[in-house]
């Protein structure tokens, strides 16, 4: 029942191991084991317990309201801040129960951390998202919008070359097939004029696809602000590139 099993959780943080130990299998048992063990994963100290209960919770596939993972998540970054391996253990476990709602909330954070111009902390929870298990095109577009608004964005092409975001946006443009064109100028509130005229500026000087990318930027800043120093860098830069 519920009840005896609420009752098993409370034993999870008892002293005695033997006695954490017995009330892991007991609760292993009960029908909604799964419930129970992710809302104690919390309470359980022992690694080993810990780990335990991870894997059961993910051989159960507790269904979740979206009220209860929002309460989850939010649980597994307070436990991150202080405990960085179990709240990434905690996040990867909530990630494979609920995809999709996982995403939108990291996503949601991610993009609210650009805004305030934390990148790096943006970045950091970005990745949740981009690896190979959970490929996500918008948490790579706003993987590799952080990492460029901490990159050193000088106009030399030695600097370029080792600015890795310009590395990440290529991929996007030529292998990923996403329209990075337009999810730029969809994003008013984290992308400014001077950021679009240097990316323009980098891949005017490109072949294919890239350079049409960064020939649409550049007449893009010139178009929607016409007066700006920028707009009049972007003139002479497609002049010097031979675009008419």
């Not at 063990?37 to 596939?61: M, N, R, T």
């Not at 000088?154 to 990075?180: C, P, Y």
Request: charged residues 30%; aromatic residues 6%.
């Amino acid at each position: 029942s519920k009840e005896a099993g609420a009752a098993l959780a409370e034993i999870l943080d008892a002293e005695d191991w033997k006695l954490r130990e017995q009330a892991m299998k007991s609760l292993q048992q009960c029908p909604n084991s799964g419930e129970i063990l992710l809302a104690s994963l919390s309470k359980i100290e022992d690694d080993a317990q810990f780990g335990l209960a991870v894997h059961k919770i993910q051989e159960a596939k507790p269904k979740l309201s979206k009220a209860e993972f929002s309460e989850q998540l939010a649980r597994a970054f307070e436990i991150r801040e202080t405990d960085t391996k179990r709240g990434d253990n905690i996040l990867s476990l909530l990630s494979s129960l609920d995809p999709e709602s996982f995403q939108i909330a990291i996503l949601e954070k991610g993009k609210a951390l650009i805004e305030k111009g934390d990148y790096q902390e943006a970045e950091a929870e970005l990745r949740l998202a981009t690896g190979a298990r959970n490929e996500n095109k918008e948490a790579k577009f706003l993987l590799a919008l952080a990492r460029f608004k901490t990159s050193n964005r000088g106009l030399h092409k030695a600097e370029r070359n080792k600015n890795k975001s310009l590395a990440v946006f290529t991929q996007m443009i030529e292998f990923d097939g996403i329209d990075v064109f337009g999810m730029l100028l969809e994003e008013t509130k984290l992308i400014d004029r001077a950021d679009l005229y240097y990316l323009g500026f980098h891949f005017v000087e490109q072949m294919g696809k890239l350079r049409q990318f960064g020939v649409d930027l550049l007449q893009h800043v010139i178009t929607s602000s016409p007066r700006s120093t920028e707009a009049k860098e972007a003139k002479n830069k497609l002049t010097l590139s031979g675009v008419n």
